[in-house]
């Protein structure tokens, strides 16, 4: 194994399994928007209200993690309950 490719150990762990970084997939606004099927000026009002999925601001560009919108769709996601689903 060549020496440049040897993982180093980890500082936190000690543990000499190469990091393995994961970056997230970004969208714009309007990609969100589609994902969620709201308008891009709900998701405007979410973040000035600070409510909605959390958002992600590079160089003034605003963008959300699917990931998160994921986790935010499966955070709001209502089951049945036994009276509704019996009626």
């Not at 309007?30 to 999925?53: D, S």
């Not at 998160?68 to 036994?82: D, F």
Request: hydrophobic letters at 40%; one cysteine or more.
């Amino acid at each position: 194994m060549c020496a440049q490719f040897r993982p180093e150990p980890n500082p936190v762990c000690g543990c000499k399994s190469p990091r393995i970084l994961q970056f997230p997939e970004l969208v714009d606004t309007a990609e969100a928007a589609r994902l969620l099927h709201r308008p891009p000026a709900t998701l405007k009002r979410w973040r000035y209200e600070g409510v909605g999925p959390d958002w992600i601001v590079i160089e003034g560009r605003i963008l959300y993690d699917v990931a998160v919108l994921l986790e935010y769709i499966r955070q709001n996601t209502r089951v049945a309950s036994v009276r509704a689903a019996g009626e």
